[in-house]
């Protein structure tokens, strides 16, 4: 029995080594085989051009129109319509705000590196609303403008690490609805403000 235990064990280890060969077998020819061939958009031969004239999307088709500010922007950060139908960057390497005709002119700038009023030091997210104020957030604050660049006043106050209401933890994005209410995201909450800076909503993280 003692020789029939022995054979049963070297039996099984044989079948374990097989099964282990293959399986190493099928990992490496796997690993080994071709990719897929490219469409034929996607050909490395293919010469591309950007931007493409046109973009496919849904619901519309995208036309590319124009390039704008290429020369003097570096390292915008948000972009916003006003309701004059010119556009407001926020420029975070230089630390200003620069405002484009819809052709793309630059009309006028401002701003400067520093955490004074009309200053900055960190710029994220710019919005705009039906009034011509335009809101920048960054620094944990949000500053107020008219849209020549008017400092008009600020809603400030550091946050902390998770952040309270009417105060902010890294402000990124800000957004104005249809009546000028004003949302402003930071890194941990979302917080609803009135026109004059009133906190209307707190929406912390669950």
Same mark, same amino acid.
């Given at each position: 029995?003692?020789?029939?235990?022995?054979?049963?064990?070297?039996?099984?280890?044989?079948?374990?080594?097989?099964?282990?060969?293959?399986?190493?077998?099928?990992?490496?020819?796997?690993?080994?085989?071709?990719?897929?061939?490219?469409?034929?958009?996607?050909?490395?031969?293919?010469?591309?051009?950007?931007?493409?004239?046109?973009?496919?999307?849904?619901?519309?088709?995208?036309?590319?129109?124009?390039?704008?500010?290429?020369?003097?922007?570096?390292?915008?950060?948000?972009?916003?319509?006003g309701?004059?139908?010119?556009?407001?960057?926020?420029?975070?390497?230089?630390?200003?705000?620069?405002?484009?005709?819809?052709?793309?002119?630059?009309?006028?700038?401002?701003?400067?590196?520093?955490?004074?009023?009309?200053?900055?030091?960190?710029?994220?997210? =710019? $919005?705009? %609303?039906?009034?011509?104020? *335009? #809101? +920048? @957030?960054?620094?944990?604050?949000? /500053?107020?403008?008219t849209? !020549? &660049?008017?400092?008009?006043?600020?809603?400030?106050?550091?946050?902390?690490?998770?952040?309270?209401?009417?105060?902010?933890?890294?402000?990124?994005? =800000? $957004?104005? %609805?249809?009546?000028?209410? *004003? #949302? +402003? @995201?930071?890194?941990t909450?979302? /917080?609803?403000?009135?026109? !004059? &800076?009133?906190?209307?909503?707190?929406?912390?993280?669950?």
């Amino acid at each position: 029995s003692r020789n029939k235990r022995k054979a049963t064990m070297l039996f099984l280890k044989r079948v374990r080594a097989f099964f282990l060969l293959a399986f190493v077998v099928a990992i490496t020819a796997s690993c080994a085989s071709p990719p897929p061939p490219l469409p034929p958009s996607a050909s490395p031969t293919q010469p591309s051009t950007w931007p493409p004239a046109t973009i496919a999307g849904s619901p519309v088709d995208a036309v590319y129109l124009a390039t704008i500010g290429g020369n003097v922007l570096k390292g915008p950060d948000g972009v916003a319509v006003g309701a004059d139908g010119n556009i407001y960057v926020s420029d975070s390497q230089n630390r200003r705000v620069q405002k484009f005709s819809p052709n793309g002119d630059l009309l006028t700038k401002w701003g400067s590196e520093g955490h004074g009023k009309g200053q900055f030091f960190i710029m994220n997210g =710019i $919005a705009t %609303d039906g009034k011509g104020f *335009v #809101y +920048v @957030a960054g620094d944990s604050r949000v /500053q107020v403008f008219t849209n !020549d &660049g008017r400092f008009v006043g600020m809603w400030w106050g550091d946050g902390g690490l998770w952040g309270s209401k009417g105060r902010f933890t890294g402000p990124m994005k =800000i $957004a104005v %609805d249809s009546v000028g209410n *004003v #949302y +402003v @995201a930071d890194s941990t909450n979302l /917080q609803k403000f009135s026109p !004059d &800076g009133r906190v209307l909503g707190f929406w912390p993280p669950p």
